[in-house]
């Protein structure tokens, strides 16, 4: 994109103000920018740039107590109301595995990161928000009521950068999710074979990594003892038999520098036009069903037995969002969840591309 036709901060905030109820998102997408630029935009007007050091935000954020996390693709929005505690820090991985909270996160994707604060009505909203290379979101952290406002105020002055200029340098594009491997020459047998000896499902992303295979194209080689393709609509079904069944489910949406993981039953399961949606109380979920391309159950070996997913990707063959039976590491995999995922209506299965 052309830097020089972009608005000017003030153009930029002006816009905001016009459009106050429109989603930071799509007025950066209307205005032919990346969210960080719009958001960086606000600097020194209720926007503070703020250092992505991503084990300092999580070691901090565990004082300010009860959160929103989100995380989101082009896809999916997952939301999350709790505490940020158990964390596990690192260079390459970091994680929050609170009983609420639970996040596996890539430090070196965080590029951009900003203390935001919105007036609405009588009331300022703040939040943590965290971008990538590119300007898209990867993380954002809502404060509510019960946040304690003196530790998130401490922690953003802890964060907070010397560059405080309200324009960003941000990349033209960046791979978003896996999309589709090039190059690869790994053959069915060498596949299957290598699929066949996993014993944690921890192990498919290092096979993957070997053969120089994405997820998709590896799910559509493998065969359907091991992968079988299924109408579209089984997203949304899982969660209303899921729901109904009260059977507990793994709910996994990401991006490139964050994924997100709901554990638990769901209840509150509500269909919007193309939206499909999760209301629960500590959980919401917003899933544009007509994002969705192709869906598949997977089956992955473990130590005893094998556990199934349910895995929805776009039309790049970028992963929308992922779905298990909830189970704890070293349990076999729950009967009413496998059961569900097994009767889902099969569609033959295309030609690997």
């Avoid at 703020?50 to 989100?70: I, K």
Wanted: net charge negative; charged share 25%.
């Amino acid at each position: 994109m052309d830097q020089r036709v972009k608005p000017s901060p003030e153009e930029i905030r002006r816009a905001g103000q016009d459009n106050p109820k429109m989603r930071e998102r799509d007025l950066a997408a209307q205005l032919g920018m990346s969210e960080a630029e719009l958001v960086v935009a606000h600097c020194g007007v209720g926007t503070v740039r703020v250092e992505p050091r991503v084990n300092d935000l999580l070691t901090g954020l565990e004082a300010v107590g009860e959160v929103m996390a989100l995380t989101r693709n082009e896809s999916a929005v997952h939301e999350k109301i709790g505490v940020y505690d158990k964390v596990v820090t690192g260079n390459h991985n970091a994680m929050v595995l609170g009983e609420n909270i639970d996040l596996r996160i890539f430090p070196k994707v965080w590029a951009h990161g900003f203390a935001v604060e919105k007036r609405d009505g009588g009331e300022i909203r703040r939040s943590l928000q965290f971008f990538d290379a590119a300007g898209e979101a990867v993380h954002k952290v809502h404060l509510r009521p019960a946040s304690n406002l003196h530790a998130y105020q401490k922690l953003v002055a802890s964060l907070e950068s010397s560059n405080q200029e309200p324009t960003a340098a941000i990349l033209l594009s960046a791979a978003e999710g896996e999309g589709e491997a090039q190059g690869s020459d790994a053959s069915i047998d060498d596949l299957r074979d290598r699929w066949s000896r996993m014993t944690d499902v921890h192990q498919f992303f290092g096979m993957l990594k070997t053969l120089k295979l994405s997820r998709r194209e590896a799910v559509r080689m493998v065969g359907q003892d091991y992968a079988w393709l299924l109408d579209n609509d089984a997203v949304s079904a899982i969660f209303h038999h899921a729901a109904e069944g009260e059977t507990p489910i793994m709910c996994f949406v990401g991006n490139r520098g964050c994924i997100q993981i709901h554990s638990g039953p769901i209840k509150s399961v509500k269909p919007m036009g193309p939206w499909i949606n999760v209301l629960d109380e500590t959980f919401h979920l917003h899933l544009r069903t007509d994002h969705i391309h192709e869906v598949w159950a997977v089956r992955k070996p473990i130590k005893d037995g094998h556990v199934t997913s349910l895995e929805a990707y776009d039309a790049n063959g970028g992963m929308i969002i992922q779905l298990f039976g909830k189970r704890h590491e070293g349990e076999s995999e729950r009967e009413d969840w496998r059961l569900l995922a097994e009767n889902l209506p099969r569609i033959a299965n295309p030609t690997a591309a």
